[in-house]
């Protein structure tokens, strides 16, 4: 089965702080891809990646970063928290190729910004 | 733009009753993937069921099938003798052939009934 895993399921954070979101996959999956779900908004997508070192820009990008140095990890940067980034945030991974078009998720990460 | 459209916040059913899930996407492409997600509550996202455009019968998996009217643009879904364990937000989701992102509607929260 394809594992999807995000570092923490909850995170407490303060305005300004540096924070650091990871994700990692167990199948050699080559997209990777960041989603901030809120309520009555559904799920939106932040980045996604298609390879080590690439990455490019979803519909809502504003005031995040990504990094993707190895193929099994992708990490989601908040510079600097601000409470309208309070959400949950998760992680899926998809194939190139054969069953591309199906995305595996992670449990995702509850993070608020005081 | 792809958009996707869930008129449905809040739904239910009584256990062993069928209830259908309704949803509209707006799109210009002729190839496209349409999807549904589960997720149960404080749990991961999953992939219920999946349809190609190009494939006019429509998908089934075990209890779960989808009525997918293309002219139309509409993609629901059936839930039959439905089961506590069916109790979760379903996303319906729209991908085309051109790329590996998915636009998701803002979801349907399904509760079953004992």
């Known amino acids: 089965d394809v594992k999807v895993t995000q570092s923490s399921r909850y995170l407490v954070k303060r305005t300004g702080e540096k924070v650091f979101l990871e994700c990692v996959q167990d199948?050699?999956?080559?997209?990777m891809f960041w989603y901030r779900q809120d309520p009555g908004l559904g799920l939106r997508l932040i980045y996604f990646?298609?390879?080590?070192?690439?990455?490019e820009k979803g519909d809502i990008p504003e005031g995040y970063s990504v990094s993707r140095e190895k193929k099994e990890r992708f990490s989601l940067i908040l510079e600097s928290a601000s409470t309208n980034q309070t959400s949950m945030y998760l992680c899926?991974?998809?194939?190139?190729?054969?069953?591309?078009?199906?995305?595996?998720f992670g449990p995702g990460t509850r993070l608020l910004v005081l | 733009a792809q958009t996707v459209t869930q008129s449905q916040p809040e739904m239910s059913v009584q256990e062993a009753e069928t209830v259908t899930l309704s949803c509209t996407y707006d799109?210009?492409?002729?190839?496209?993937?349409l999807f549904w997600y589960k997720q149960p509550p404080s749990r991961q996202m999953i992939l219920v069921i999946r349809?190609?455009?190009?494939?006019?019968q429509n998908a089934t998996e075990n209890r779960f099938s989808v009525n997918f009217q293309k002219a139309a643009k509409s993609f629901s879904l059936k839930i039959s003798d439905s089961q506590l364990g069916d109790t979760a937000m379903y996303f319906c989701?729209?991908?085309?052939?051109?790329?590996?992102?998915?636009?998701f509607g803002t979801g349907t929260r399904l509760t079953i009934i004992p």
């Open positions: 199948m050699d999956h080559e997209n």
């Open positions: 899926a991974s998809s194939l190139i190729g054969t069953d591309q078009e199906t995305q595996y």
């Open positions: 990646s298609y390879d080590v070192k690439m990455k």
């Open positions: 349809q190609e455009a190009y494939k006019q």
């Open positions: 989701a729209f991908m085309s052939f051109s790329n590996e992102k998915l636009t």
């Open positions: 799109t210009s492409e002729n190839n496209y993937y």
